[in-house]
């Protein structure tokens, strides 16, 4: 379906208008060696005005009417001119239209015309080699200042182009970070609510007080997820991504919230990125889901070493001394998932057993500090 204009009546307007008026003034100037205006002249001055009005729907075909109109004007002898400025208007929108080949082809036909026209004239071989360079220069210099302007079109277009697709891309890959973080909220509060329901059932009649604090832990998680939930689905539905909270200065509530014997150690200390501590905070959190499903009982240890150019984080746990309540639950992403989380920052992750307990240990690197 072709593009529609509403500028096309005020084109062939103004350019009727400027051929005709245009026109009277340049045959005072060449009234010596020019024929006057006549009626004929001026039907034939208004025909290109007219094919612009048509260029959308015929755009060779009203192109070829002006030009031949045009040829009508000069071998009648009318004056030279405002004349080629509806054609020169309907072989530049060919050219921009993508009818490059129809657009050289009727002017090379002009060229021809114009040479016609010069050699079965009565003037000097002088003038016939100045008329001859000069409409042949005029028309391809012309030319070529279309294919230019296409060009720098289509370059722009395509740059255009270009960044909507890499924001789109960059909008996704933000989304996709968004639903990993909202996995890694969801894994790891409702696998805590699960265990700590699962102590409150079994010591409700023997140990109600313990059964009250597992019931406290659960109420505390959930309103953690809820919230977390929340934050991330208004960023969806809000279409504007953001990086998620999530980072190390919540590492102490999130060990507290745990619900299992953490000993936390942090071993220097220096700021940053956004993007490590996120990873940080999560594989933290995905380590401690993993030890509250497989390893009930276990002591933990959380240490964060800050180097200059590196950060560590590892996870130690002493083993499972109870019965795991969710061992056989859970998507089986979970060390996956932290090794790439790790990976997309350039770092490592390992996470194997470690004589009777496991240990997840990654290395995430950091730019280095500026003073």
């Not at 040479?115 to 009565?122: I, Q, R, T, V």
């Not at 790439?340 to 730019?367: C, H, I, K, M, N």
């Amino acid at each position: 379906m072709r593009k529609k204009s509403g500028f096309d009546p005020y084109l062939a307007l103004i350019t009727a208008v400027a051929q005709v008026v245009l026109s009277q003034g340049a045959a005072w100037g060449q009234r010596t060696f020019r024929a006057q205006l006549d009626p004929l002249a001026y039907v034939l001055l208004l025909v290109g005005p007219l094919m612009l009005l048509a260029r959308r729907r015929f755009p060779v075909a009203s192109t070829a009417v002006a030009l031949l109109a045009t040829y009508v004007y000069v071998w009648a002898g009318y004056p030279y001119g405002p004349v080629f400025l509806a054609p020169i208007i309907l072989l530049f929108s060919l050219v921009m239209n993508g009818r490059r080949l129809a657009a050289w082809i009727l002017a090379g036909v002009t060229i021809a015309v114009f040479l016609a026209y010069a050699s079965l004239g009565d003037s000097s071989p002088q003038f016939w080699v100045f008329h001859t360079l000069a409409i042949s220069a005029f028309v391809l210099l012309f030319l070529l200042a279309a294919e230019l302007a296409r060009t720098l079109r289509e370059r722009r277009t395509q740059q255009q182009r270009a960044a909507e697709e890499e924001g789109r891309r960059q909008a996704s890959e933000e989304r996709l970070t968004m639903a990993q973080e909202l996995h890694d909220v969801l894994a790891h509060n409702i696998s805590l609510i699960h265990v700590q329901a699962s102590t409150a059932l079994h010591l409700i009649d023997d140990d109600p007080e313990q059964a009250r604090s597992a019931l406290a832990t659960i109420k505390t998680a959930s309103k953690e997820v809820l919230g977390e939930m929340r934050s991330v689905l208004n960023v969806l539905r809000e279409g504007a991504p953001r990086s998620p909270t999530a980072g190390l200065d919540r590492l102490d509530d999130l060990v507290q919230r745990s619900g299992l014997d953490i000993t936390l150690k942090r071993i220097g200390s220096r700021p940053l990125p956004p993007q490590v501590e996120r990873a940080a905070y999560r594989i933290v959190q995905e380590s401690l889901t993993n030890v509250a499903r497989h390893a009930p009982g276990a002591r933990v240890t959380v240490t964060l070493e800050y180097g200059p150019r590196e950060l560590l984080i590892r996870v130690t746990d002493t083993g499972a001394t109870a019965p795991a309540v969710l061992s056989e639950d859970g998507s089986g992403n979970g060390i996956p998932g932290m090794r790439e989380r790790a990976s997309a920052l350039g770092g490592t992750l390992f996470a194997g057993r470690l004589d009777s307990g496991f240990q997840v240990e990654a290395v995430l690197p950091l730019p280095e500090e500026t003073s």
